[in-house]
């Protein structure tokens, strides 16, 4: 299956290579325009094409007739693996950039190099996106400065979360190769540089500045920053006990709310400061001691249930 | 439905400011679907799971402040 994987990526990115919009200038792109008529034989160099990528996705799932689903889903894990080379190498180039900084003063052939590294993979995730029918003239590859230099985990972290997102809300059924393609292309273009470069703009367009007042009688002035619950996940490390058990059982009899039970237990923990939802709380480990405590309060308070 | 997914990512973005995201890691396989169902039933917006290199699981909940 890897292997069947690995040979039919590696068609996948020949065929990408052949994209011709790889050729175009972007001046001669602006000079264009997206243009208005069809062009007969173009068309059929695009179901050929698209034939072609076809016949390595249905490789890809290891089914002799695979349905339209599963087909997505060889796209989606292509998609995946170009993604991750793409930001595997804005991983090199931001640590190379940050290694050579002094050595970059000087010689600035060695930026333009890590850069087209950096490009090279971009251009591999961008023509994979024009194989699944993304309008050529709507890619722009060039990314800006702030994709190389910008914390390549926190670029990674809003990819994986728009992709995650995007999975979350895909349904299944799809009955055509033009529905399956235009899922494939869609889900591509969330790794896209000039998608990326968007969704940081969108993420601090959005962000909700927090001030703290300054100290005028010991001279400190008020600071401003951003909002870190907007931008950082709590992480916490799942744990279970036979307390967490008992509670979840009680809260969630048969994996359903128990509105009364939850509301109790919630009570219970704001009057503790405990200040993350049931969920979190029922599944950290860092709570662990308030478990047994919750178990022991709603014992004392009448729930023979959790005897 | 592809729609739906972009406004989703969109409207995960916009809404930012009035969420709260929870990543809780470590999940063995064998419990990822149980607490995934409590973490829905417990009003999380959105509900997702990416493997670890591990072979274990994170669970990411956004929950809505508003």
Redesign the interface.
């Known amino acids: 299956m890897l292997n069947k994987f690995i040979a039919s990526s590696v068609c996948l990115v020949t065929l990408a290579g052949c994209a011709s919009w790889t050729d175009e200038t972007d001046a001669t792109l602006a000079q264009k325009g997206a243009g208005t008529t069809f062009n007969p034989d173009s068309i059929k160099t695009y179901t050929a094409n698209q034939a072609k990528v076809l016949t390595e996705l249905n490789a890809l799932t290891g089914l002799t007739t695979p349905s339209w689903d599963q087909v997505i889903q060889a796209g989606i894990q292509y998609s995946d693996s170009r993604c991750d080379a793409y930001i595997g190498a804005l991983y090199r180039v931001n640590k190379d950039l940050k290694a050579d900084v002094q050595k970059l003063n000087s010689v600035g052939t060695a930026t333009a190099a890590l850069m087209g590294i950096t490009k090279s993979a971009a251009t591999e995730i961008a023509a994979a996106a024009v194989l699944f029918g993304y309008a050529e003239e709507s890619i722009n590859i060039s990314g800006s400065r702030i994709l190389f230099e910008m914390d390549p985990a926190s670029i990674r972290s809003l990819v994986k979360g728009s992709q995650t997102a995007f999975k979350s809300a895909l349904e299944p059924n799809y009955q055509d190769r033009t529905g399956a393609f235009t899922v494939i292309r869609e889900y591509i273009t969330l790794c896209l540089p000039s998608t990326i470069e968007a969704e940081i703009n969108n993420a601090a367009k959005n962000a909700v500045q927090i001030a703290s007042s300054g100290n005028p009688a010991k001279g400190v002035a008020p600071a401003v920053s951003i909002n870190e619950s907007q931008v950082k996940a709590k992480v916490l490390t799942y744990d279970a006990d036979v307390y967490s058990l008992l509670l979840k059982s009680y809260a969630f009899p048969g994996g359903t709310k128990e509105v009364t039970a939850h509301a109790q237990l919630k009570t219970w923990m704001v009057g503790k400061n405990i200040k993350v939802p049931v969920g979190p709380f029922l599944m950290s480990q860092s709570y662990k001691e308030q478990w047994r405590e919750a178990v022991d309060y709603l014992r004392k308070n009448g729930n023979p249930k959790l005897d | 439905?592809?729609t739906?997914?972009?406004t989703?990512?969109?409207n995960?973005?916009?809404d930012?400011?009035m969420?709260?995201?929870?990543?809780?890691?470590?999940?063995?396989e064998s419990?990822l679907e149980?607490?995934m169902?409590?973490?829905r039933?417990?009003?999380?917006e959105?509900?997702?799971s990416?493997k670890q290199e591990n072979g274990m699981f994170t669970?990411?909940?956004v929950?809505s402040n508003s």
């Open positions: 439905m592809i739906s997914a972009k989703e990512t969109q995960s973005i916009k930012n400011k969420s709260e995201t929870y990543e809780i890691r470590d999940v063995p419990d149980t607490q169902n409590i973490l039933q417990d009003g999380a959105s509900v997702s990416t669970i990411t909940a929950y």
